[in-house]
């Protein structure tokens, strides 16, 4: 059975800096492309970020772009955000998602990250 | 950026009848090697979104064959045969064509 973990949200300062973790499991991780979704509390959802296989092709939603940072450790399984100078406007629920042709197809259960003074 | 336009934005459906929910994109959605990218999601109340439909028709694994999509160019559908009580929750489409994907506004089933 496929398993996606988020972790590393929290609440942050205005400016600040968050790292967000994604184990994934069941699945060979290093043979898929990997995506990164947000989801502010009861609003829809947008895509933030997306890489491939070894790391070397990444896309990011132009809102984040400059201040995000996606990236893979195959070794462990594991995707990783860095997100920097945090906005109000990032606070939300971020979800990792295994790529299947394109679509998000494995989803975690997500991670909250709130940005606050 | 493509948009993605959801219709309608609310459904109420009776257990047992079909459903369907619309979905325009600015730009056509035809992928270099045949097929339209364009997914379909649930997001049940209180969890993750799963995805239902990919590259416009193809159901994802274990989903019911209630379930099913269609569609061209730039018009989507997503019908649902006959709806049963598990089906409430928002659905969304989105466009994975090129960078930034894009999703719909969501679309409301609520059991009535």
């Known amino acids: 059975e496929v398993q996606l973990v988020e972790s590393g949200g929290g609440l942050v300062q205005p400016g600040g800096s968050l790292r967000l973790s994604c184990v994934g499991s069941?699945?060979?991780?290093?043979?898929?492309?990997m995506h990164w979704v947000r989801q502010v509390p009861g609003k829809g959802l947008l895509w933030v970020a997306r890489?491939?296989?070894?790391?070397?092709?990444?896309d990011y939603a132009d809102s984040v772009k400059g201040r995000f940072t996606i990236s893979r450790d195959n070794a462990k399984d594991t995707l990783y955000l860095q997100m920097n100078s945090l906005r109000a406007e990032d606070t939300a629920m971020y979800y990792c998602?295994?790529?299947?042709?394109?679509?998000?197809?494995?989803w975690g259960q997500g991670t909250l990250v709130t940005v606050s003074s | 950026d493509t948009v993605m336009t959801q219709s309608p934005l609310s459904l109420p459906v009776t257990p047992g009848e079909p459903a369907s929910i619309s979905c325009r994109s600015s730009?056509?959605?035809?992928?270099?090697?045949?097929?339209?990218?364009v997914h379909w999601y649930l997001q049940k109340p209180g969890q993750s979104p799963q995805l239902l439909i990919y590259?416009?028709?193809n159901r994802a694994s274990g989903v019911p064959d209630r379930f099913s999509g269609s569609g061209s160019g730039t018009d989507f559908i997503l019908k649902i045969s006959r709806v049963e009580t598990e089906d409430a929750g928002v659905y969304y489409c989105?466009?994975?064509?090129?960078?930034?994907?894009?999703f719909g506004q969501g679309t409301k089933l609520e059991i009535k």
């Open positions: 998602s295994k790529d299947l042709s394109g679509a998000a197809d494995s």
């Open positions: 069941g699945f060979t991780f290093s043979r898929y492309w």
């Open positions: 890489l491939n296989e070894d790391g070397n092709w990444i």
């Open positions: 730009e056509s959605l035809l992928h270099s090697r045949g097929y339209y990218s």
């Open positions: 590259q416009a028709s």
């Open positions: 989105m466009q994975a064509l090129e960078p930034p994907y894009t």
